[in-house]
């Protein structure tokens, strides 16, 4: 009998140790939803501060470059569309998802009360487990969500340097042959 109970209270005790190690799994990926949702908002600042500029720079372009207008508003149009794609990843990555949780205090004391005291550490697993798996899910979610609004913002910004590349060289060549 004293060997039965000595393995029942060593059980619990590694079982004691496992839900330990799972709230800190847990509590690292309430942290890294934190830090994804804190990226995603510092992707719409550097939406923000992209947009203003291409404003700015288009009426610019407009008025004192030799740049047909076809070529600029083209250029608004393809920066703009990738940027519009990378705002929609973006608050799609910002988007609070409902997701498994814990229960309230008086259902978990409710269900506790219900499970034999020796069960209860494995009733602990099976929801730790399943809220990490949940939390997990939408994480990965807005990882991926996130790498679309990174790329998106990429090819915006490269279209705009390749733009105001290629209207540098179209400049030194209308400045190069009107002074000839």
């Not at 404003?55 to 008025?63: G, K």
């Not at 034999?116 to 730790?128: A, R, Y």
Request: proline residues 2%.
């Amino acid at each position: 009998m004293e060997e039965r109970y000595a393995e029942i209270e060593g059980e619990n005790e590694k079982k004691i140790e496992i839900i330990k190690m799972g709230k800190f799994s847990f509590e690292l990926e309430e942290k890294r939803e934190q830090n994804l949702i804190l990226q995603a908002g510092h992707m719409l600042t550097g939406f923000s501060i992209i947009s203003v500029m291409l404003l700015a720079i288009i009426p610019i372009l407009l008025d004192y470059t030799k740049i047909p207008n076809k070529i600029v508003f083209l250029l608004l149009g393809t920066s703009l569309l990738f940027l519009v794609f990378s705002l929609l990843f973006t608050v799609g990555a910002q988007w609070r998802y409902k997701h498994l949780g814990l229960e309230s205090i008086k259902s978990i004391y409710d269900l506790m009360s219900q499970v034999p005291l020796n069960d209860v550490n494995d009733w602990w697993l099976e929801n730790l487990n399943e809220i990490y798996n949940a939390k997990n899910d939408v994480n990965e979610k807005r990882v991926k969500l996130m790498k679309f609004s990174t790329l998106s913002f990429g090819i915006s910004i490269l279209t705009i340097l390749i733009y105001l590349i290629v209207s540098l060289i179209m400049s030194c060549i209308v400045i190069y042959t009107s002074a000839l």
